[in-house]
Every structure is written in structure tokens, then in C-alpha cells.
């Protein structure tokens, strides 16, 4: 066995292990029952920490229909969408996420993450596989993790080719939610805005604020850039019906590229993009983190079905999921916390100190609260938080034990 391995792994372990050694190591817990209520050695405690927002995970019909599928397709299906992985249902689903998005083409992948990076790459690619030396990828600074491996594997599939061409210049930051920043950016593009993709999120996952979306519309509209969403933690949640954040703010219409994942409030696992057609059938041929990874299975896909068929039938989960964000805030607030630029279910609650989060998010965990801290490198240094996220279907008893112990810790620890 080589020993330079365990040698370089050893500072990580080390710095691990010095933090399970002080009790304050909260990742990986082992779950024996998940959902609003999850179990761990035998405890019950109520779940502030899944993405699972309106809570439909363990809705009845969602189930019924994936053992159904189960029965039929069997567990998996052992092979990529271009080969024995597309069935029906899995176009089904692409035509019912298209029309519910309101665009005319959507292609499945297996994860959000994969979503996001074969798209990204896949555009950066000509038909004949050479490579678009002038696109300019245009992302806030504060992009999830599969933004930027998108964008980072869109360098290394160049580099693969052989090419020098596509550089770090190509990928262009603007500061955090910043239309100024990004409007200097594509103005000063080498092509003054053309081909120049504009990638944004529309909910930020660790602080839960919505896009400016309407001058980011503005500015690509301004320049003939094209405008790329990932609504991960939207879709579900905002605009009127749920469709998202671009229903939100009622640009459905204005959006080149809609993508989203179904880890969150559809309940399950995979992702999804949706545009105009042939942009769509690009993707579909060139992303190869769709082309090169097994189709997810069917049970999954006809769960993901059904919930956005609940989501448009029963309006009554996303105003329960808004009372309580209002509730919970409300009370948040009067109790002195800080959860920054949030307007969403995703609730940061900045304590600013790692061993405090650490400590809170025991003392919570002790009296019955999953709510996971965020320290470094997850968040900035002096940005420490615990990760806070509300369910439609927590109840007030629920919030109102968040909140007690939150209250008492916080107290204790000098926080509020
Ligand atoms: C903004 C954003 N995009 C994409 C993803 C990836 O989604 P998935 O979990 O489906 O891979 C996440 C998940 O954390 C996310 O927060």
C-alpha cells in the first residue's frame, strides 16, 4: 500500500477526527426514518435541514405510482438515455416539464449537478464537436458548485481536444446578484454582449435571496446575450402556481434556457432543461454527463410526475409552505436573529463563528431539531450559519420548538 496516499490524506483526517473528538461533528448522521420527521437511534426529531419543501416525499399517490413503475421496469435501467434508458415515461415527463415551464423542448438527466454541467459544456461545443472560441460564460461570483464545474469542465474538455483556445477569460464573475457588475462584463465582451450566456440562479441555495432577474432580462435583452436560470430551490416554491422564479416575476417568456433539479421540492432525484427546441436537441447530443451516465429509473421518474401534478391541483402545500416561512421569520426576527437577503424557505441563520453554529446545531439536535451548521469552506469565514429550511408540512408545535431552543442557546452563547 503506498504511503504518500495515506501521508497527503492524513491533515484532513486529522482535522476531521479533532472535531468528531470534541462532539461537534454534525455530517453523515445515519437516518432510520426521513421526511419532516426523521429518526436516529431510536429519537424522532423534526427536519429543518431537507429541500424537500413542500414536503410530498412520502405523499401516498407519489408512492403508490413508483411501486407500480417498480413492478413493471424493475429497479434500473442499466444504461444511458441513448441506449435501453429512455422509456415513455420518461418522455412523458420531458413533455410535461416543458409545458408546465411554458417552453417547447426539455431533456432529463440523472442529477441536477449533471444538468448544469453537460449543459454548460455541451455549449461550448460546435456540431462537428470544435470548439466556440468565443462564447463568453458570464456567472455570479456566488454560484453553486455545478455551475462552476461546468464551467470548469468546459475548459478541460477543450483542453482535451487539444485546444489552447478556450481560456479562463471565457469564464466572466460578477459580483453577487449584481446587474452593474454583470452589465460592464458583457459590455465589454468581445463581441459587445453576443454570444455571451448569462448563467444565474434563481433562489441562492446557502442564503435563500431570489435573483434580480429583471435586470439581469434587461441587460441580456440590452446586448442580444442569452439568459441560462438554474431554479433549483424555485422551482416548486415561487411565483404564483409554483412554476418558478421566472413566474415569479412574470418572465417566463424572456428565459433562453430554464433548468432546474427535482432533488428539492419535486421530491426525488434528477434534473431537468428546458428551451427552445433545437437548443434543447444541442444539449441532448452533446452533454456528456447525460451521454455517459445510466437514465434514472422510472420509479423515480413517475414519482417526479405525480408531484408536479399534485403541485398544480393542490395549491394548499405552497400556502402552507409560505405561512410558515412568515410565521417562522416573523419570530426570528422579533428574537433578534440575523437570516440576511433571505425571501424563501431557505432560512440562513448567521451566527458568524464555527464553534458556535457547531454548538447550536448540537443543543438543537439534543432537543429534537435537525437544523445542520455551514462553516467553512461551505460558506465565507464569518459567514457560519445554520442552514435553516422550512417544510409545508412543519407544524406550529414544530416551529415553535425551533424556536424555543434557538432562543435559549442563543441566549446562552451570547448570539442574540
Ligand atoms: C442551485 C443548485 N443547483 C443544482 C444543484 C444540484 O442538484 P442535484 O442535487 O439534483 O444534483 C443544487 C443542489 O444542491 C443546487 O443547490
Avoid at 434508458?85 to 418522455?91: C, F, L
Wanted: proline residues 3%; contains cysteine; charged residues 25%.
Amino acid at each position: 500500500m503506498s504511503t504518500w496516499l495515506v501521508e497527503k490524506c492524513k491533515p484532513l483526517a486529522d482535522f476531521v477526527n479533532d472535531i468528531k473528538a470534541k462532539g461537534l461533528y454534525s455530517y453523515f448522521t445515519e437516518l432510520e426514518q426521513t421526511g419532516t420527521y426523521i429518526k436516529v437511534e431510536g429519537n424522532t426529531l423534526v427536519n429543518f435541514s431537507s429541500n424537500d419543501y413542500l414536503g410530498l416525499t412520502h405523499d401516498p399517490r407519489v408512492i403508490a405510482e413508483a411501486k407500480k413503475a417498480l413492478d413493471t421496469y424493475g429497479s434500473g435501467l442499466c444504461g444511458s438515455r441513448y441506449v435501453v434508458g429512455t422509456t415513455i415515461e420518461h418522455v412523458k415527463l420531458e413533455e410535461k416539464i416543458a409545458a408546465w415551464k411554458g417552453k417547447e423542448s426539455c431533456i432529463v438527466f440523472t442529477t441536477g449537478y449533471q444538468t448544469l454541467l453537460g449543459t454548460i459544456s455541451a455549449l461550448l461545443v460546435k456540431a462537428d464537436d470544435s470548439i466556440e472560441d468565443n462564447i463568453v460564460l458570464a456567472i455570479d461570483k456566488l454560484s453553486h458548485a455545478c455551475i462552476l464545474d461546468g464551467c470548469a469542465l468546459s475548459v478541460g474538455t477543450h483542453m482535451t481536444r487539444g485546444s489552447s483556445k478556450m481560456l479562463d477569460g471565457q469564464i466572466r464573475y460578477f459580483r453577487h446578484n449584481d446587474p452593474g457588475s454583470l452589465d460592464s462584463i458583457v459590455k465589454s465582451s468581445t463581441n459587445k454582449g453576443k454570444n455571451v450566456i448569462i448563467i444565474v440562479e434563481g433562489v441562492y441555495s446557502m442564503d435563500g435571496d431570489i435573483c434580480h432577474l429583471p435586470e439581469f432580462v434587461k441587460i441580456a435583452e440590452k446586448y442580444d446575450a442569452c439568459i441560462a436560470i438554474d431554479d433549483a430551490h424555485g422551482t416548486g416554491v415561487l411565483g404564483k402556481t409554483g412554476r418558478g422564479t421566472a413566474e415569479h416575476y412574470g418572465l417566463e417568456e424572456h428565459i433562453d434556457l430554464l433548468m432546474g433539479t427535482f432533488s428539492k421540492a419535486l421530491g426525488c432525484v434528477g434534473g431537468f432543461v428546458t428551451g427552445q427546441k433545437d437548443v434543447i436537441s444541442h444539449i441532448k447530443h452533446k452533454a456528456r454527463s447525460f451521454m455517459f451516465s445510466a437514465a434514472p429509473p422510472v420509479s423515480n421518474i413517475v414519482s417526479v410526475s405525480k408531484i408536479i401534478d399534485i403541485i398544480q391541483s393542490e395549491p394548499e402545500h405552497l400556502q402552507n409552505l409560505r405561512q410558515n416561512e412568515t410565521y417562522f421569520k416573523d419570530h426570528l426576527k422579533r428574537l433578534g436573529f440575523n437570516y440576511g437577503q433571505s425571501a424563501t424557505p431557505i432560512v440562513p441563520i448567521i451566527i458568524g463563528d464555527s464553534e458556535k453554529t457547531m454548538y447550536l446545531s448540537k443543543k438543537l439536535f439534543a432537543d429534537g431539531v435537525l437544523m445542520l451548521p455551514m462553516v467553512y469552506p461551505a460558506v465565507a469565514k464569518g459567514e457560519e450559519r445554520l442552514r435553516c429550511t422550512i417544510s409545508a408540512k412543519h407544524s406550529k408545535a414544530d416551529l415553535d420548538k425551533a424556536l424555543e431552543v434557538l432562543e435559549a442557546e442563543g441566549r446562552k452563547i451570547g448570539v442574540i
